[in-house]
């Protein structure tokens, strides 16, 4: 009992994934409310949407932003509580304005085909994509916001210095989070439109999260462990020494 009071303590820190009580209601209650034949439903739509051809190769990358943003919530929740609070605002202040501009400005799109013409297992997955979320509340992006917010708390977090692989992780993370975000539009779940309001989203939250709430917050230095009391950085870079 007594280890486990430890360990709760340890990881207190995790509260504000409570956000994700707010969050699954309020997304839940406007996918089943705002749908595609909502009166006065606003189509986002723009010249570069028809000009984007639709490719099935990017339901990879889409598919791979559900595993690449809570990796970089644990990195992060087990280096760093100031660190982890800070994508936690970061993240969760973003969500919860796209869901509002959402509910007093219900949106939607009229970019999906109805017929693919092509049958392999990337049309399969599109297929189960397009089933399971509806072509509404498209506006700002939160696969484009989340992706670049995470891909900044990452590249900007002090605990990237202790891995010798660091330029590698970075660059990954770069391509994969312009792959994601690219995702969007070629696999018609998205607008340029869209797209363009995530970023700019993105960009303005880091102003006021990074220079801002956490202007004045400390963040303790890294302290690189012995390899062998360390796993995560020892299996990094044990082929670099």
Request: glycine residues 2%; charged residues 15%.
């Amino acid at each position: 009992m007594s280890r486990i009071k430890k360990e709760l303590h340890k990881y207190k820190h995790a509260w504000p994934l409570l956000y994700v009580f707010i969050y699954m209601p309020w997304f839940i209650i406007l996918e089943n409310k705002i749908t595609a034949d909502y009166p006065n439903l606003h189509i986002i739509h723009c010249a570069l949407d028809d000009i984007i051809p639709f490719c099935e190769f990017f339901v990879l990358p889409y598919m791979i932003w559900f595993l690449y943003i809570p990796a970089v919530f644990l990195f992060l929740f087990y280096h760093s509580k100031n660190e982890f609070y800070r994508i936690c605002a970061y993240e969760f202040t973003g969500m919860s304005i796209a869901l509002f501009i959402c509910t007093i400005y219900p949106n939607g799109l009229h970019l999906r085909m109805e017929t693919i013409g092509r049958d392999n297992i990337f049309i399969h997955l599109i297929h189960f994509l397009y089933e399971r979320d509806t072509p509404t509340n498209v506006l700002p992006s939160i696969h484009v916001f989340a992706t670049i917010s995470a891909h900044i708390c990452l590249v900007k977090s002090p605990h990237m210095k202790v891995f010798k692989s660091r330029k590698y992780i970075r660059q990954i993370s770069l391509i994969l989070s312009i792959l994601i975000c690219l995702s969007t539009v070629f696999l018609k779940q998205h607008s340029v439109i869209d797209a363009l309001c995530g970023a700019a989203l993105a960009l303005v939250l880091y102003f006021v999260v990074f220079h801002w709430w956490f202007h004045n917050t400390e963040f303790p230095p890294p302290v690189v462990h012995d390899p062998l009391q360390h796993q995560v950085l020892f299996f990094l870079n044990k082929n670099k020494k």
